[in-house]
């Protein structure tokens, strides 16, 4: 198993590009999330999924936008990126019914 | 909606000393609660947790304890090596489980002195 992966590592981004990060579990969990990791604030959920099709809003999802067409798969979308946005983005996703999250390796993403 | 407050943000102790890293919470329907190990450049690994109908677990060097009247929860590490070095985070799944995602605390940065 792979566990959860993340596509891209890095990335580069000039102010008001888009881009679309790529999220992809092989555990068959149902619940996925996106967080966003910046200096001295730990880590604060973007987006998250509750299953193929669902999507709900965490702490911080403005500017962002995401989608689960497969279960598998959770992509999470910054249509004009901003400075502000420049962070690491962690994929997660757990079982049902199980509490432990799993997390990717990790997207660095600056934007200039 | 759930708020997590850890202290202290650095905590530098010498080897083979203990380390404790405290953590509050303000939902009280929160039922969950992990600590995870954060290296340098690396993803959150878990490496203890805690339910809201256990006040204490132990494994190996690591103890968590939990005191769900104060809203308070606590990682121990005893026989500190220079591996524990890392950035340490508490969380708390909020509104009582379901599909809630994490709310973690800001992170302690833990130093192991040779």
Redesign the interface.
């Known amino acids: 198993n792979a566990g959860v992966t993340q596509t891209p590592k890095f990335r580069v981004l000039k102010t008001g590009q888009s881009m679309t990060l790529l999220c992809a579990q092989d555990m068959n969990h149902e619940?996925m999330?996106w967080?966003r990791q910046d200096p001295?604030?730990?880590?604060?959920?973007i987006h998250?999924s509750?299953g193929e099709g669902t999507t709900?809003k965490?702490?911080v999802p403005d500017g962002y936008n995401v989608s689960r067409l497969k279960k598998q798969n959770f992509l999470l979308g910054l249509e004009s990126a901003a400075p502000s946005q420049t962070s690491v983005y962690?994929c997660?996703s757990r079982q049902?019914q199980g509490?432990?999250?799993y997390?990717?390796?990790?997207t660095r993403l600056t934007v200039t | 909606?759930e708020n997590v407050e850890?202290h202290p943000?650095t905590l530098s102790v010498q080897e083979g000393d203990s380390a404790v890293i405290k953590c509050t919470y303000s939902d009280s329907a929160s039922n969950?609660f992990?600590w995870y190990k954060q290296e340098l450049g690396?993803?959150?690994?878990?490496i203890i947790?805690i339910?809201s109908n256990v006040g204490e677990k132990k494994d190996q060097r690591i103890a968590v304890t939990l005191n769900k009247t104060a809203k308070h929860f606590s990682l121990h590490i005893t026989e500190t090596q220079p591996e524990d070095s890392a950035v340490y985070?508490c969380a708390a799944?909020p509104s009582g489980?379901g599909?809630?995602?994490?709310?973690?605390?800001?992170?302690t940065h833990l130093i192991i002195q040779p």
Do not use: H, W
Request: aromatic share 18%; glycine share 22%; no cysteine.
């Open positions: 619940y999330y967080y001295g604030m730990g880590l604060r959920l998250y509750v709900a965490g702490e962690f997660a049902g509490n432990e999250q997390f990717g390796p990790g | 909606g850890q943000s969950y992990p690396k993803r959150p690994q878990l947790d339910r985070f799944i489980g599909a809630d995602g994490l709310t973690f605390g800001k992170g």
